[in-house]
């Protein structure tokens, strides 16, 4: 078992080629986060403990891959090295034992990245950083399951991960600034754009998008306007490449609604009490895209936009 004086010194920077970080889940931002990491060149372990996953993870990320061969950013040769560097792993144990960054990804649910966590605490090198791409839970509680609070972390990529530049890095309450800057060092490496936030509820991503989706969506329930016309607004009004409700249903609409009541929770403000129709939908099991219906309705091979029947 690693001592806590032994896991709060830090290890040397994470180098390029070489460096060794798990990735724990293989879901949409797992198997992107692993696949950015491979390509800059850093062995990965791919950890997630349904081995239907992994599979279906190494399948994305070839998928993904050619496509930026057949766009020509990357060459066969450099698509067949970075999946040579991911390995997939079942047991989370064995896949932090040589890491020097872990970065965790797994389902959204707060007990189980305490449980993770606490697990990752005990098989990872001393010295290693722990990182959460949560979108919402706080940084400052997960560390506090550990041992080493000052080296744990959010480092959170956004969705698809190889083609949005953003990593929003999150301090938890006791993060060294050593780590922060490791990490910030590290997001340049993989040719992202960091910025650096404190640990309140939704950080900064969320706390501002997801009022302005649960207001879109009290809208349509006031009946202010229909769905076409919100998203309408607010693509040719604000130059956003996707509509309020469009982009609820591509987060997930069972997503947005937890990460509002983690905002009502968190500040105590009726203002982030989420919508009753966006509640109202998630019982009834309209996700939306991972559904097949939202606010709009998906239809495998299909790229039409299609007005769920709900609303018109
Ligand atoms: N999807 C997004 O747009 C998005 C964007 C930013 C951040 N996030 C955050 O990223 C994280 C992952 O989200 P996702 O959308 O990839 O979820 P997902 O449901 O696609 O994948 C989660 C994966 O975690 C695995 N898992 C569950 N328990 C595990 C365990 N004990 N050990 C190892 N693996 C385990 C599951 O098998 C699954 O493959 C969440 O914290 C989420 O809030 C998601």
Redesign the pocket.
């Known amino acids: 078992m690693n001592s806590t004086t032994n896991n709060n010194k830090l290890r040397p920077p994470l180098g390029g080629q070489g460096g060794f970080v798990s990735v724990?889940?293989?879901?949409?931002?797992?198997n992107g986060i692993a696949h950015v990491f491979a390509q800059a060149g850093f062995l990965v372990n791919l950890?997630?403990?349904?081995p239907a996953?992994l599979e279906k993870a190494i399948a994305t990320i070839g998928k993904n891959l050619d496509r930026q061969v057949a766009k020509a950013t990357i060459s066969e040769e450099q698509k067949k090295a970075a999946l040579a560097n991911i390995t997939t792993v079942s047991d989370?144990t064995t896949g932090v034992e040589n890491a020097q960054l872990v970065i965790e990804?797994?389902?959204?649910n707060t007990e189980?990245?305490l449980?993770?966590f606490k697990q990752i605490d005990e098989a990872a090198p001393a010295g290693c950083i722990l990182a959460?791409?949560?979108?919402?839970?706080s940084i400052t509680k997960i560390a506090a399951v550990t041992k080493r609070p000052e080296l744990v972390i959010g480092m959170?990529?956004?969705?698809p991960v190889p083609v949005m530049k953003l990593v929003e890095v999150i301090n938890g309450y006791a993060t060294k600034k050593e780590v922060t800057d490791s990490i910030v060092e590290l997001s340049k490496q993989l040719g992202k754009i960091p910025c650096v936030v404190n640990d309140y509820p939704g950080f900064i991503a969320n706390r501002i998008l997801m009022p302005m989706i649960n207001e879109a969506i009290y809208s349509l329930y006031e009946s202010v306007a229909g769905v076409e016309e919100i998203d309408t607004v607010m693509k040719l009004g604000m130059a956003h490449p996707m509509g309020p409700l469009q982009l609820a249903d591509f987060?997930?609409l069972d997503?947005c609604l937890s990460i509002l009541k983690v905002l009502q929770d968190g500040f105590g403000n009726p203002k982030y009490a989420p919508c009753p129709l966006l509640v109202n939908m998630v019982m009834a099991g309209k996700l939306g895209v991972k559904s097949g219906e939202g606010f709009y309705v998906y239809t495998a091979g299909s790229k039409e936009l299609v007005v769920s029947t709900s609303f018109k």
């Open positions: 724990i889940g293989a879901g949409t931002m797992g950890v997630d403990v349904n996953q989370i990804a797994a389902t959204e189980l990245k449980k993770i959460t791409n949560t979108s919402s839970i959170h990529f956004m969705n987060i997930g997503v």
